[in-house]
């Protein structure tokens, strides 16, 4: 059973220094055709591949508060009409802070919306010109205070570590600015230089002063410190929540089950097949129009990918990989599935198992890259 849907809304009014997701600026592109492919895409998707009820539903950019209000209301709607889900579905919104009006956000709320993730990034006003944001510090509060004076319960902000120029103190700076405003929730990624993006472009003439791998690893150490210090829990990797908040959504992709993805490039695991969509507009949308679904690459997964996934996706969350879901899953035993992986590692002192779960140590955190890669035949 299908309990998660992605929806990807690629419209963008800047587009940030470090993005590679698909997406174009917004103005002059044709918002609500493209939500008319949508409606439609779901629609076909939901016909050739039903589901009783959604459990996560995510939307997610590009920049989908970038929409008008009746756009918004639109996309919503459509939502509404084609997309099995309750007020007990965790249903999220990304969002930039200063995009919120509050009529944007009472339709949000009005149409069952109850998690909002901000994109922060930080709160230092000469890196955030720096990376590209057009926000700004008052932006953030403001946004927030709105949401939750809507009636919003559930807020999450992305926070980004080792940018150009970012110092420990900045970064110190920063979460401690976010632990004022009584949230529930904080993803924080270490930077990552993606191609065809202007901080690539920057990286390859040498313009890009990087704070390197130290710096970087230090401030990971001062992440996991400081969010534990004021009472959130490391989930994931990447993700902290105060007990009970933890992302549904994500945890969908990282236990290693199936979604939809709808929209222009947007990715999806249904049936055993991952599958991508066409990323630029007018064949995704000349694809459905057409009566087809928008599938630029299908690939139906192996038994073997399904296990290794199962590991190098699992073992990103902080409990790891349950050893008996593994068994009941695959009908293997990962222990001598993988014994001379987990022997290395163990040896490493980057991954500890036990009887019920193999998980990634404090070290092995640091280095969960190289251990997801010890699982990839």
């Not at 800047?14 to 055709?33: A, M, R, S, T, W």
């Not at 993606?194 to 313009?207: A, C, I, S």
């Not at 349950?322 to 590692?345: D, G, M, W, Y």
Request: charged residues 25%.
């Amino acid at each position: 059973m299908i309990k998660a849907a992605y929806i990807h809304i690629p419209f963008c009014e800047h587009i940030c220094h470090y993005c590679d997701f698909n997406k174009v600026f917004l103005k002059g592109q044709p918002v609500d055709e493209y939500l008319d492919s949508l409606a439609k895409e779901i629609e076909l998707t939901l016909n050739e591949t039903p589901t009783e009820h959604l459990e996560t539903i995510f939307i997610g950019g590009g920049t989908p508060t970038a929409l008008n209000e009746q756009q918004l209301e639109k996309l919503c709607q459509i939502i509404k009409t084609h997309l099995p889900y309750s007020n007990k579905t965790e249903f999220t919104f990304e969002a930039n802070p200063g995009d919120l009006s509050e009529e944007k956000l009472r339709i949000l709320y009005q149409a069952g919306v109850n998690r909002i993730s901000f994109g922060v990034q930080t709160f230092n006003e000469e890196l955030l010109k720096r990376i590209g944001r057009v926000h700004r510090a008052k932006d953030v509060f403001q946004s927030i205070a709105l949401a939750k004076k809507t009636g919003f319960e559930n807020i999450s902000i992305d926070l980004i570590y080792s940018l150009p120029g970012q110092t420990i103190s900045d970064f110190k700076e920063t979460l401690g600015t976010s632990f004022t405003l009584d949230i529930q929730h904080y993803s924080g990624y270490s930077l990552i230089i993606e191609p065809k993006t202007v901080f690539y472009n920057l990286m390859r003439k040498g313009q890009l002063p990087s704070p390197g791998e130290d710096v970087e690893a230090e401030m990971y150490e001062v992440l996991m410190e400081e969010m534990a210090k004021h009472g959130f829990e490391q989930y994931e990797i990447s993700n902290f929540s105060k007990p009970g908040f933890e992302s549904k959504h994500n945890l969908t992709y990282w236990d290693n089950e199936w979604y939809y993805g709808f929209g222009a490039g947007a990715h999806s695991y249904v049936n055993g097949s991952r599958m991508s969509n066409h990323g630029p507009l007018k064949k995704y949308m000349d694809a459905v129009n057409n009566d087809r679904l928008p599938i630029l690459e299908k690939h139906p997964v192996t038994k073997v990918e399904q296990m290794e996934e199962e590991m190098f996706l699992g073992l990103r969350k902080i409990a790891g990989v349950p050893i008996l879901r593994f068994k009941e899953k695959f009908a293997e035993n990962p222990l001598s599935l993988f014994e001379e992986e987990l022997k290395t590692l163990t040896a490493r002192d980057l991954i500890q198992v036990n009887d019920q779960h193999i998980c990634l140590t404090k070290k092995g955190r640091f280095l969960g890259n190289e251990v997801f890669q010890s699982f990839l035949k």
